[in-house]
């Protein structure tokens, strides 16, 4: 994740640079030729250029939105992820540490099942990072494998489904009838972890407008294209100054900004990929992850 504005101007220059050289390229390509079949030969109307990129930039300006919306969302949902998380896990200890809360047969194993429940509640978070980067089984080590063959969890089916059923029915068994309040706010807290898994997957499994996207890189394209043919060269002191040369770098900044902002709307529009613009779910599922095992560790 980029965390600095330094960490952020090395990694836009990564993007930026390619498209920079190959524009270079390009346009000292078109003044050479400029320069052997006649002075601005190629030169097209001025109002071409301003309609044309007016068009693109208002494509660029809706794309970019869009997906600075979607990585909010996402970034939004996993921090709905961290509050449910910590908050269960908080609950497990709080409602745990009561006899009375529990049937007789479960009362004087409570501890050793809250500490299997968030045990539990890990293995969802990591299952369901694995399933949004398209992992739908993992290895997992011997006490896993104990802990789901003892709640039966079916690993045929979707795994982070099958976590979440088994705790729920493991709540409903342990704890008394009395109990319905304590058991109500933790089989809510199950409903919001579906609640949270929906919303991820809907991002997930969604493609971010890929007609639009096309549409879009083809115009700028275009427009990059055309940008040589609508400015021409500079003609700054005259033919024997060179200072036309100073035409090259101009088209290649303008082109490489049009590229670079096109390139960016495509990362963010893909939030939870393994990329710089992304949301860091791993990273935050790693502390979720650390901050139930602080609390599993309060039980010892």
């Known amino acids: ?165 088994a705790l729920s029915a493991k709540i409903e068994a342990v704890f008394a009838p009395t109990a319905r309040i304590v058991k109500s706010d933790l089989m809510l807290h199950i409903i919001q972890f579906y609640d949270i898994q929906g919303k991820a997957e809907r991002i997930n499994n969604t493609p971010f407008l890929k007609i639009y996207s096309a549409f879009t890189r083809v115009t700028v394209v275009i427009y990059v294209i055309m940008i040589p043919f609508i400015i021409g060269d500079i003609d700054i002191g005259g033919e024997e100054s060179n200072l036309e040369l100073l035409a090259i770098p101009l088209f290649a900044i303008v082109s490489t900004l049009f590229l670079t902002i096109n390139k960016l709307a495509n990362l963010y529009g893909d939030p939870l990929d393994r990329n710089k613009t992304s949301v860091p779910i791993d990273q935050i599922c790693q502390m979720i992850i650390v901050n139930c095992q602080e609390v599993k560790a309060k039980f010892s």
């Open 1 to 165: 994740m980029i965390r600095t504005e330094k960490q952020g101007f090395w990694e836009l220059s990564k993007i930026a640079l390619p498209y920079f050289f190959l524009c270079i390229v390009y346009a000292t390509l078109v003044l050479l030729l400029e320069e052997k079949f006649g002075d601005h030969i190629f030169k097209l109307s001025g109002q071409i250029g301003s309609v044309f990129g007016l068009a693109v930039a208002f494509f660029l300006g809706f794309r970019m939105n869009s997906a600075y919306d979607r990585w909010w969302e996402a970034r939004k949902i996993f921090g709905e992820l961290t509050n449910n998380a910590r908050c269960f896990s908080g609950m497990i200890y709080t409602y745990f540490r009561s006899p009375s809360n529990f049937v007789d047969a479960e009362e004087k194993h409570r501890i050793v099942i809250a500490r299997e429940l968030i045990d539990l509640i890990c293995c969802y978070i990591n299952q369901l990072k694995n399933e949004l980067h398209g992992i739908s089984q993992t290895q997992m080590d011997k006490e896993t494998q104990l802990l789901f063959d003892q709640y039966g969890v079916n690993q045929s089916n979707k795994l982070s489904n099958e976590i979440l059923i």
